[in-house]
């Protein structure tokens, strides 16, 4: 079974930048990011297959870039031009998702 540990989450002003990273303990095909804000339901944000392919959520295109490194098994989350709607809680996951794949998520606020 696979294990993900999502890191990298923070305390932001709004227009500021963070970079998510997610360490998988085997190989995943196709790895994403997730985001579940209060009160609202998880939403994916990016996703990127292992060649490389990535996909966005149209609320995040243009300021999210979603990268790995295969070799370390590692999916990251650069996030610029941050907005207090980003403020969620981030999860990595399968595409589609497994549910015993569900880690902590990492905490992002941004403020305004």
């Known amino acids: 079974q696979v294990q993900l540990v999502e890191s ?3 305390l932001v002003q709004a227009g500021g930048s963070l970079r998510l990273s997610c360490a998988a303990s085997g190989r995943v095909n196709v790895m994403g990011w997730y985001r579940q804000a209060p009160g609202k339901q998880r939403e994916l944000v990016a996703h990127i297959t292992k060649g490389g392919v990535t996909n966005y959520a149209y609320s995040v295109k243009g300021r999210f870039a979603i990268f790995g490194d295969n070799a370390k098994n590692t999916v990251y989350l650069q996030m610029n031009s941050l907005k ?10 399968a595409v589609p998702p497994v549910y015993d794949f569900w880690g902590q998520g990492t905490q992002v606020t941004v403020s305004s």
């Open 84 to 93: 207090p709607e980003d403020t969620a809680v981030y999860y990595c996951n």
């Open 8 to 10: 990298g989450g923070g």
